[in-house]
């Protein structure tokens, strides 16, 4: 570099020691930092922060720590980087549980660790679904002072709800409360739909009534919010009042409003209540979308009222709505499972007409019905088609054809098939896996069945167990 009258100074050096540490060579790394010292240019928060990196990137744990230690020690102090590469790096390095247990020690014992530390281990453990340690985390770091912004407590309170006791979500909450922590509209509302979900009627009236007081409903937009927490939490009744609040609270309701409340009373099977909640769309001049008509044409068709869901879905085409790919799915599969396979490839075709591209869950359905009926060969062209169209397979669309492979006795073709699923970029899971086995078990071919589920159930799948009178293959 000194030919070119280029002078190696404390920023190249840290390119170079940022280079080999990626790759986790540490040793090289220290080596090229003596250099540097030797030079005259002592470590900058950069170069530490990098060589963090690296022990990580090598899967070193201790030295981290010790190098944090050092360069307190010697007043480099470091920044929210370091902290971050710290947390993030013992999570990269060991499993997420291991990483929760040396890192919580860590903070125990430390003081006056930066926010950015408490930050970082909150949303590595949220980002691992880890609702146990997380909730452990925070009687820790309540002791400690921190106090989560808004994006850090929604992260929390989200990953929770999924993992652990409400009770134990609910005092995280409180403290977020009572610490003057800002959490989202749409995360409270997610919880307060758990807590009805699980029968806190209670518990979730008391934190309804806070968002309420908080001053968090403003907007239409954000009622709609509510009555959407009260359909999924099928509280349709409740979710009907929100509807005369708010248009006593000067917030009329849109189109959205109705939507939500007829896709609520749709998912209830409640199909007279979901029209009268269409006509009372039209007396406040709305026009119905092609969200209304789905709703209603995916009640009608779970009902298999399918006359019916044909005459709305004409209407929804005399209203010049144009059907969107799950309008033409829900109708496709529900003819599907009728075994009207001719009226199903017809709406297949008017797809194309409409440029509507069918989707997976299109053809799934179709090949599926297909291959039930033995008619393998027309199943396969279906997938052919899907291929033209750049549709990956899945787990389902291969399953159907391993299935029908086997019932036909064309044993060699399933296996071949099964065997190629992971090649073209769908790895088998428990469902395929379950349903090969099943097909063997019944065609007679029990070594074979014995040898995947041995297979697929060390790689730590959850396989049902072989029938007991076939047990004793599996040992």
């Not at 997610?190 to 979730?204: C, D, M, N, Q, T």
């Amino acid at each position: 570099m000194e030919v070119d009258n280029c002078v190696r100074d404390r920023f190249t050096y840290n390119i170079l020691i940022n280079g080999v540490c990626k790759a986790g060579v540490v040793d090289e790394a220290l080596r090229l930092v003596k250099q540097m010292e030797g030079l005259g240019y002592s470590p900058n928060v950069f170069t530490y922060t990098i060589l963090i990196d690296g022990y990580f990137n090598g899967k070193i744990i201790d030295e981290p720590f010790k190098l944090l230690d050092r360069m307190k020690a010697k007043n480099v102090k470091p920044n929210d980087a370091t902290y971050r590469s710290l947390v993030n790096g013992v999570f990269r390095s060991v499993s997420p549980c291991e990483a929760f247990d040396l890192l919580i020690k860590w903070v125990d014992k430390e003081k006056n660790l930066p926010k950015v530390v408490y930050d970082s281990l909150v949303y590595c453990l949220c980002n691992n679904s880890l609702p146990e340690q997380t909730s452990a985390f925070f009687r820790i770091a309540d002791k400690k002072g921190y106090v989560p912004d808004s994006s850090i407590s929604n992260i929390a309170i989200t990953c929770l709800i999924k993992g652990v006791d409400l009770e134990e979500t609910c005092r995280v909450f409180e403290s977020f409360i009572e610490n003057g922590v800002k959490v989202d509209l749409s995360t409270c509302l997610i919880f307060v739909e758990a807590l009805y979900k699980s029968r806190r009627e209670e518990k979730g009236n008391k934190y309804l009534y806070w968002i309420i007081h908080e001053g968090l409903l403003t907007d239409v937009f954000s009622y709609n919010m509510v009555i959407d927490c009260f359909c999924k939490a099928k509280m349709m009744e409740r979710a009907l009042e929100i509807l005369g609040v708010m248009s006593k609270r000067g917030f009329p309701p849109n189109l959205v409003t109705f939507n939500t409340l007829i896709a609520g009373y749709c998912k209830a099977r409640d199909v007279n209540k979901a029209r009268e909640l269409l006509l009372m769309l039209f007396n406040h001049g709305f026009r119905p979308d092609v969200f209304t008509f789905s709703s209603i044409i995916d009640v009608l068709c779970q009902l298999n009222r399918i006359s019916e869901a044909f005459d709305c879905f004409l209407e929804m085409v005399e209203w010049g709505i144009k059907p969107n790919a799950i309008t033409y799915n829900t109708l496709i599969r529900s003819l599907c499972i009728c075994g009207d396979i001719s009226k199903a490839m017809k709406l297949l075709r008017n797809m194309k007409v409409d440029r509507i591209q069918p989707d997976v869950y299109t053809f799934n359905a179709l090949i599926k019905n297909y291959c039930k009926a033995n008619k393998i060969d027309k199943a396969q062209r279906l997938l052919m088609s899907m291929l033209n169209l750049n549709l990956r397979p899945d787990n389902f669309t291969y399953t159907a054809f391993v299935s029908a492979l086997c019932e036909s006795g064309r044993f060699s073709e399933a296996k071949d098939l099964f065997a190629s699923m992971e090649a073209n970029g769908c790895k088998p899971d428990a469902y395929s896996c379950n349903s090969f086995i099943d097909a063997l078990v019944k065609t007679g071919r029990f070594e074979e069945a014995q040898d995947l589920w041995l297979k697929y159930k060390e790689k730590g799948m959850d396989l049902r167990t072989i029938p007991v009178k076939y047990s004793a293959l599996v040992g």
